[in-house]
C-alpha cells in the first residue's frame, strides 16, 4: 500500500516587501555642493578654510548629527518654573541632542569667528552647511553673533562679557556668566501691543541711582510677548527710559543678564514657552520683568538705532539659513528622484519632473550665490560694500525667505506622501522655513526698510548698478532687466510713482526685482551658462517668476542643471 503523498505546503504571500524606495542618504554636506564650492573659491576664501568647512559638512551630514537633529525636534524643550522646595527658577530643560548640536556649532565659531579673525564669508558658508542639519540652534548662535555690534556700545560690557562671547565651549550650566567657560545672548524686543511696531513698547526702565562697573542699573518693569532662548546668559532688549529725575527719555536698548554680579537670579520670570509651528528644538518664551536690572547699550531714546547694528546681522543670518534650507530640502529631493523607479525609468529621467528638479536647483544655487555675496559686503572695509548691504539684506531678506515655503511644499511633494510624514526630514523643513520670513521683521516691514535704504541717498543705487554692470554684454534680457531697475532705483521716487502710498504699495515687487538682478549678475559671471541662462529665462521674464516650479523652457538643459545640483557619485 503506498503511502498518501503529503499535502503541498500552502502557499505563502510576502505582504510587505519594501523595494523601490529610497533610505535616506548621508553625504558630506559640502562635497556635494559644487554651487558651493564654487562661491567660496570666487569670494576667495582659503584652502584651508575649505579644508575646515569639508570636515563640518561630512560631521553635520552624518547619520549621527542628523539623528541628533530628529531628537532635538521631537522631544522639545521644557520650562522647569520651580525647583523641588518651590523656589522660582525658570529653567529650560532640553533632551541631550540639543547639546550635542550646540557643543559642535559653538566649537565650529559659527557665533564668533568673524569678531576674532574669521571671515563672514567662511562664517557664511558654515552657517548654511548647519542649516542643512538643524535649524532651532541656530537661533541662540545668531543672536549671539549678532550682538557683538550692539555690546560694543557699552565698553565695559564688552570688556567683561565679549572673551566668554568668543569663547568655542559651549557651557549649559546656569551660572553667572563669570563662573562660566562660554556665554551665550538672546534678544525680547516683541510685545502682545506693538508686534513689529517696536516704539509701541509699554515695558518701563527706570534709572536706580545706582552704578556700578557696567553702569547705571535702571530697573525694568514689563514684559515681553517673544523672549528668544530665555535659557541665555543674558538678552537684549528695549525698553521705554526713565531718567533719574523721572523724565521719559524714549525708547532705549537694555543689556539684562540672567544672573545678577552677586550671583543671584535677575528677576526675569518665564510665563510659558511658546507652542511654535516649527523650529521645535528652540525655546521661544513669554516674559514679564519684576524689577530686572538691566544696563544700557547706547544713548537714551536711540534704543532702535542700536539695536539696528545687531538687525542687519540677524537678518544676514535669516538669509543664510533659508538658503540651507533650500539646499537641503533640494538634496533629499535629488536623491529621491535618482532613486525612484516610476513608469520604467528613474523620476529624475521624467520629463516633467526634470523641469520641477532643475526649476529648484537654479533657486537653490541663486540662493546660495546671493547670500554668500551678501556676506562678503560685511567682510569688506568700502564704503560702497557697505551700502549695498545695507540695500541687500534687506531685499534678500524678504524676497529668499518668501521664496522658501513654495520650495519646501514642492520638495515634498517629490517624494508624494513620504516626504508629508513626520517620518521623514522634509516635513520638518517645511514647517521651519516661515520662521526666517516671519523673524527679525516679516516681509511688509523688511520691503519699507528697503525704501528706507533708497530714500537716505543714492549710494546703495549707484553701488548696486556697478555691481550689475559686471554682468553687462552677456545676455540681452539681464542687461535691459537691469537696465530699468537702475532708472527706477536712481530715482526717488521714480517718474512713474505718484505718491508715497504708491511708492510703498509696490515695495515687494521692487525688492524682488533688487534680489533677482542680482542672482542674474552672479550666475552670468560665474555659473555655468546653462544655469545662468535658464535663470533669466525664468526669472526676468515680463511678470516675473512663475507662481509655481516647474515651469522652465522646452529647451533649457534641465539635465546638465540637476546634474551640477545633485553630482555623480551622491546617493
Same mark, same amino acid.
Given at each position: ?16 516587501? $519594501? ?8 553625504v558630506n ?9 564654487s ?5 576667495g ?5 575649505c579644508a ?9 551630514g552624518?547619520?549621527?548629527m542628523? &539623528? ?8 522639545g524643550p521644557?520650562?522647569?518654573?520651580y *525647583? ?5 527658577? *525658570?529653567e ?14 559653538i566649537?565650529?565659531?559659527?557665533h564668533a ?15 548654511l ?13 545668531t543672536? #549671539?553673533?549678532a550682538?557683538v555690534?550692539?555690546?560694543q556700545a557699552?565698553p ?9 562671547i568668543l ?11 563669570q563662573?562660566?567657560n562660554?556665554? /551665550?545672548?538672546?534678544?525680547?524686543? =516683541?510685545?502682545k501691543?506693538?508686534?513689529?511696531? $517696536?516704539?509701541?513698547?509699554? =515695558?518701563?526702565?527706570? !534709572? ?8 547705571m ?10 523672549f ?13 527710559s526713565?531718567?533719574?529725575s ?6 532705549s536698548?537694555?543689556? $539684562? ?12 520670570l ?8 516649527? @523650529?521645535?528644538? @528652540? ?14 547699550l547706547?544713548?537714551?531714546g536711540r534704543g532702535?538705532a ?7 546681522? =540677524? ?9 540651507g534650507?533650500?539646499r537641503?530640502? /533640494? ?5 529621491h ?18 523641469? $520641477? ?7 537653490s544655487?541663486a ?5 554668500l ?20 539684506? !534687506?531685499?534678500?531678506?524678504?524676497w ?25 526630514v ?5 514647517r521651519?522655513l516661515?520662521?526666517n520670513?516671519i523673524?527679525?521683521?516679516?516681509g ?6 528697503v ?15 556697478? &555691481?550689475?554692470?559686471? !554682468? ?11 537696465? =530699468?531697475?537702475?532708472?527706477?532705483l536712481?530715482? #526717488?521716487p521714480?517718474a512713474?510713482i505718484? @505718491? ?9 515687487e521692487?525688492?524682488m526685482?533688487i534680489?533677482?538682478?542680482l ?19 525664468s526669472?526676468?521674464? *515680463?511678470g516675473?517668476p512663475?507662481?509655481?516650479f ?5 529647451? #533649457? ?10 553630482p555623480?557619485?551622491?546617493?
Amino acid at each position: 500500500m503506498k503511502p498518501e503523498p503529503e499535502a503541498a505546503a500552502p502557499q505563502r504571500f510576502v505582504t510587505h516587501r $519594501v523595494h523601490n524606495v529610497a533610505p535616506r542618504a548621508y553625504v558630506n554636506l559640502y562635497d556635494s555642493d559644487l554651487a558651493l564650492q564654487s562661491a567660496l573659491a570666487v569670494f576667495g576664501v582659503s584652502l584651508q578654510d575649505c579644508a575646515m568647512l569639508r570636515e563640518r559638512g561630512q560631521e553635520w551630514g552624518a547619520q549621527e548629527m542628523q &539623528e541628533h537633529a530628529r531628537l532635538a525636534n521631537q522631544y522639545g524643550p521644557r520650562h522647569l518654573p520651580y *525647583d523641588s522646595v518651590g523656589n522660582r527658577i *525658570d529653567e529650560i530643560e532640553f533632551h541631550p541632542a540639543w547639546h550635542a548640536l550646540m557643543r559642535s556649532l559653538i566649537a565650529s565659531g559659527a557665533h564668533a569667528a568673524p569678531w576674532d579673525g574669521g571671515s563672514h564669508v567662511t562664517r557664511g558658508a558654515l552657517y548654511l552647511l548647519y542649516g542643512q542639519l538643524e535649524n532651532g540652534s541656530q537661533c541662540p548662535v545668531t543672536m #549671539t553673533f549678532a550682538s557683538v555690534a550692539a555690546l560694543q556700545a557699552n565698553p565695559a560690557l564688552a570688556r567683561d562679557w565679549l572673551p566668554k562671547i568668543l569663547s568655542r565651549e559651549y557651557d549649559p550650566r546656569s551660572l553667572p556668566a563669570q563662573q562660566k567657560n562660554g556665554v /551665550l545672548l538672546g534678544m525680547g524686543m =516683541t510685545e502682545k501691543q506693538g508686534g513689529s511696531d $517696536v516704539r509701541a513698547n509699554s =515695558t518701563r526702565a527706570c !534709572a536706580s541711582g545706582v552704578q556700578d562697573e557696567w553702569g547705571m542699573q535702571y530697573r525694568i518693569i514689563g514684559h515681553k510677548w517673544f523672549f528668544s532662548a530665555p535659557q541665555c546668559d543674558a538678552h537684549l532688549i528695549l525698553a521705554q527710559s526713565v531718567d533719574e529725575s523721572g523724565q521719559e527719555a524714549g525708547l532705549s536698548c537694555y543689556f $539684562v543678564p540672567r544672573y545678577l554680579r552677586n550671583g543671584q537670579r535677575n528677576p526675569i520670570l518665564v510665563q510659558r514657552l511658546k507652542d511654535k509651528l516649527g @523650529n521645535r528644538s @528652540n525655546a521661544s518664551s513669554e516674559v514679564e520683568f519684576q524689577e530686572a536690572i538691566g544696563y544700557p547699550l547706547g544713548p537714551s531714546g536711540r534704543g532702535v538705532a542700536t539695536i539696528m547694528e545687531m538687525g542687519s546681522l =540677524t537678518r544676514l543670518d535669516c538669509v543664510l539659513g533659508s538658503a540651507g534650507i533650500l539646499r537641503a530640502a /533640494l538634496s533629499i529631493a535629488m536623491q529621491h528622484a535618482h532613486m525612484r523607479q516610476a513608469f520604467g525609468k528613474a523620476l529624475a529621467q521624467q520629463p516633467l519632473m526634470q523641469n $520641477v528638479l532643475a526649476d529648484l536647483a537654479l533657486e537653490s544655487e541663486a540662493a546660495t550665490w546671493f547670500a554668500l555675496r551678501l556676506a562678503h559686503c560685511f567682510d569688506a572695509d568700502d564704503a560702497a560694500e557697505k551700502a549695498l548691504a545695507r540695500l541687500l539684506t !534687506a531685499a534678500g531678506k524678504y524676497w529668499l525667505c518668501k521664496r522658501g515655503p513654495a520650495f519646501g511644499a514642492e520638495a515634498m511633494e517629490v517624494l508624494g506622501g513620504n516626504g508629508y510624514v513626520e517620518e521623514g526630514v522634509l516635513a520638518r523643513l517645511y514647517r521651519e522655513l516661515p520662521v526666517n520670513s516671519i523673524w527679525e521683521g516679516s516681509g511688509n516691514v523688511i520691503c519699507l526698510d528697503v525704501l528706507r535704504v533708497l530714500a537716505k541717498g543714492p549710494a546703495p543705487q549707484l553701488a548696486l548698478q556697478q &555691481e550689475l554692470k559686471a !554682468a553687462q554684454g552677456r545676455n540681452a534680457q539681464f542687461d535691459a532687466y537691469s537696465k =530699468t531697475l537702475c532708472e527706477d532705483l536712481l530715482q #526717488t521716487p521714480p517718474a512713474h510713482i505718484e @505718491n508715497q502710498a504708491q511708492q510703498e504699495f509696490g515695495a515687494r515687487e521692487l525688492a524682488m526685482r533688487i534680489v533677482l538682478a542680482l542672482q542674474a549678475s552672479l550666475l552670468l559671471r560665474h555659473a555655468p551658462r546653462f544655469v545662468a541662462q535658464a535663470f533669466i529665462h525664468s526669472r526676468l521674464r *515680463d511678470g516675473g517668476p512663475a507662481a509655481c516650479f516647474g515651469g522652465l523652457d522646452f529647451d #533649457t538643459d534641465c539635465a546638465a542643471i540637476i546634474a551640477r545640483a545633485w553630482p555623480a557619485g551622491a546617493p
